[in-house]
């Protein structure tokens, strides 16, 4: 009964989607866990390029189950435009399931997203504005309305009411904003309940199914592990957390059934928002990762911060998740730099350290610690065998390996399906 996470390593954006993508042709189920339409994944495939917020990759695999599980929350205007778009495009969705345990994403909590950015002034995180703060928040402080909840019309009513008397003393009496109304909301959602009715249910016996008759299953993660909520950069954090212990908690499969802990790096870094960022290049090699990387949100289109490959944060990352394989992408992005860097230590208030430090004011003062490698000067983007790397590239991965402690099993050297190296088995 194979269950692999899969799990982004650095700041997010590290390419999971592709991956996810590609495993899951091997799938029998794929299980997003946390995170809503903050994450943005682009996957490229034979029926076209797609991007998506929600649904989990393994949507394009005919037969394989893709569930959005208790832990993800569900902004459900997004999440019917992108059925509706992928049925446009002749994506069959009639194996998506959605945890009736799952988060709504309401109108208020966007609207207190932006309010509360707003009056954090330069303090603030840089978050991208879908509400996703504020309805974990609302999660832990029982107020949330769950997917399950808005399929009893006349209780979702009277639990709406509650909440909102609520939400409108904050907008009304904190923020001087004018009140929301309880029938516009309550209308929208019940057309939600109508359109996403059928998708939503206990997605717990499908789980213990699959895992009864041995079926494979990927836990699809969202965000990074540098921005989760305990082990992040905090407070420059998402409201829920990436990691590996949270693929079991967000998805009602248990620690034990957890077979495999795939980490996705990307083979340099690359941040949203604000928070710190120790290899973060601002100058011309920066800028030219961005430009060759394409390196803008999928979901926000802000271009993204890039740095070399920190060392110190992956490792980091390899102990907290427990990785038991690594997948590098875009290597193909590096090809033309003549010299690389990796930082292998942090220089803090005069001293090396080899830890990322639980205090964010001491991260942000770390400065990163060097070593240079040769850069391999060409196309590496065709190359479909580890061995024929050219040597630079191979060193370049193998310092990685040995920093990381973690063996790699993935490269991938495009952003096609089929340009990705495999080096050894996941699982
Ligand atoms: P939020 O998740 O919208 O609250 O944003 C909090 C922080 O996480 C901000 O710095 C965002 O840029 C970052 N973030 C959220 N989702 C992603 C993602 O999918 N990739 C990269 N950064 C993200």
């Not at 917020?53 to 893709?66: A, C, D, M, R, V």
């Not at 909301?185 to 213990?208: F, N, V, W």
């Not at 193909?332 to 004011?361: E, Q």
Request: charged share 25%; hydrophobic share 35%.
């Amino acid at each position: 009964m194979p269950a692999i996470a899969i799990i982004g390593a650095q700041w997010g954006d590290e390419g999971k989607g592709k991956i996810v993508d590609r495993l899951s042709q091997k799938a029998d189920v794929v299980v997003r866990y946390s995170g809503g339409d903050n994450a943005g994944h682009t996957v490229v495939n034979k029926r076209g390029e797609f991007k998506l917020h929600l649904t989990p990759s393994g949507i394009f695999t005919p037969g394989t189950t893709s569930i959005l599980g208790n832990g993800v929350v569900i902004n459900p205007s997004v999440l019917i435009k992108e059925i509706e778009g992928l049925n446009s495009r002749g994506i069959d969705t009639s194996r998506l399931y959605i945890s009736d345990r799952a988060h709504l994403i309401m109108p208020y909590h966007v609207l207190f997203d932006g309010l509360e950015e707003e009056a954090k002034g330069d303090a603030a995180i840089g978050t991208t504005l879908k509400g996703i703060g504020p309805v974990y928040c609302d999660k832990v402080g029982r107020l949330g309305i769950r997917a399950g909840d808005i399929l009893d019309k006349a209780a979702f009513k009277k639990q709406l009411a509650g909440v909102l008397k609520y939400k409108n003393a904050l907008l009304t009496g904190v923020f001087g904003k004018p009140p929301l109304s309880l029938e516009d909301i309550y209308q929208e959602y019940c057309g939600y309940a109508d359109r996403l009715g059928k998708y939503i249910c206990d997605i717990i016996p499908i789980l213990e199914e699959a895992i009864k008759n041995n079926k494979v299953i990927l836990m699809e993660g969202a965000q990074g592990s540098m921005l989760d909520p305990d082990f992040g950069t905090y407070p420059f954090v998402t409201s829920s957390s990436p990691l590996s212990g949270n693929a079991c908690l967000g998805s009602g499969i248990n620690p034990s059934q957890l077979t495999a802990v795939i980490g996705i790096f990307k083979a340099y870094c690359s941040r949203v928002g604000a928070g710190p960022f120790p290899t973060e290049l601002k100058d011309a090699t920066g800028d030219l990762i961005r430009e060759t990387g394409h390196e803008y949100g999928t979901t926000t289109g802000r271009p993204r911060r890039c740095g070399w490959f920190d060392a110190v944060v992956s490792r980091f990352s390899t102990k907290i998740n427990g990785f038991t394989g690594a997948a590098i992408t875009r290597l193909d992005i590096l090809d033309t730099f003549p010299k690389l860097n990796i930082c292998t230590a942090y220089k803090l208030d005069g001293k090396v350290i080899d830890y990322v430090p639980g205090n964010t004011a001491a991260m942000f003062r770390c400065e990163p610690v060097y070593e240079e490698i040769d850069g391999w000067q060409c196309n590496v983007s065709d190359i479909r065998k580890y061995e024929d790397l050219p040597l630079a590239a191979r060193r370049y991965l193998s310092r990685i390996e040995e920093l990381i402690g973690c063996p790699i099993k993935l490269i991938s050297v495009g952003k096609h399906a089929d340009q990705t190296i495999e080096v050894g088995k996941l699982h």
